[in-house]
């Protein structure tokens, strides 16, 4: 079953722009966490928010989390060719911490 | 630091045979999963592990057996390959439940 579902699917921007992905799920949730993926690579763990939390920040990173829309967004500021990775937003259940992950979203940087 | 690995990276089998893909991390986490993740879904947990000795099904199990006798190692059985097992396979490490994950690189398995 899954929980997390990114939109959108897929973003292609210019390098130095803003990119916004969005999550949304459906239960109630302990914390949510984002992830990265390259090509061909595991996946990469970037920020955890709790559900208690409505804000953090990392780097170029910044994620927000609002528990009564049930959804998340991650951001990242002045994007970079490197930036370029398909983005993974996963759910912790409240009732099992068990992580459910969405289909993600695929983020190309154009040079 | 390792973190994770996985074995082999590539794999191709015929249908009907056998295989194990093997998962070891060397950072002490109790808490050890293997996935499949197929294009345009996220990833789905297959089996689980919360310390040594104790293993659990996740949502896709079937075809699929485990086992943990040690903290370190996590490895996946495949009983008898079928062309729906043709899937990218990761492992991950965490120290607890929900916490942050580390994966592996992967394990590209085709079956013809």
């Known amino acids: 079953s899954q929980q997390g579902e990114e939109d959108p699917q897929a973003l292609s921007i210019q390098e130095g722009e803003n990119a916004t992905m969005n999550c949304s799920y459906k239960?109630?949730?302990?914390?949510l966490q984002w992830y990265r993926q390259n090509s061909g690579r595991g996946l990469v763990h970037l920020i955890l928010?709790?559900?208690n939390e409505r804000e953090k920040h990392s780097g170029r990173l910044r994620v927000t989390l609002d528990t009564s829309k049930k959804s998340s967004s991650l951001l990242i500021t002045a994007s970079r060719a490197a930036d370029t990775a398909s983005y993974f937003c996963a759910t912790v259940m409240d009732s099992n911490y068990q992580l459910i992950w969405g289909a993600g979203t695929k983020l190309i940087i154009k040079p | 630091n390792a973190g994770v690995t996985q074995t082999p990276k590539f794999q191709v089998l015929k249908t009907g045979q056998s295989m194990t893909l093997q998962c070891a991390q060397d950072m002490n986490h109790e808490y050890m999963s293997w996935y499949r993740q197929d294009p345009g879904m996220g990833l789905r947990l297959i089996h689980y592990?919360?310390?040594?000795?104790?293993?659990d099904q996740g949502e896709v199990p079937n075809g699929y057996n485990v086992s943990r006798s040690t903290t370190e190692d996590f490895p996946l059985r495949l009983l008898s390959a079928a062309p729906s097992q043709t899937s990218v396979y990761f492992c991950?490490?965490?120290?607890?439940?929900?916490?942050?994950?580390?994966f592996g690189d992967g394990t590209r398995l085709s079956i013809l």
């Open positions: 239960t109630s949730i302990n914390n």
């Open positions: 991950a490490s965490s120290y607890d439940r929900g916490q942050p994950q580390h």
């Open positions: 928010i709790r559900s």
């Open positions: 592990s919360v310390g040594a000795g104790i293993t």
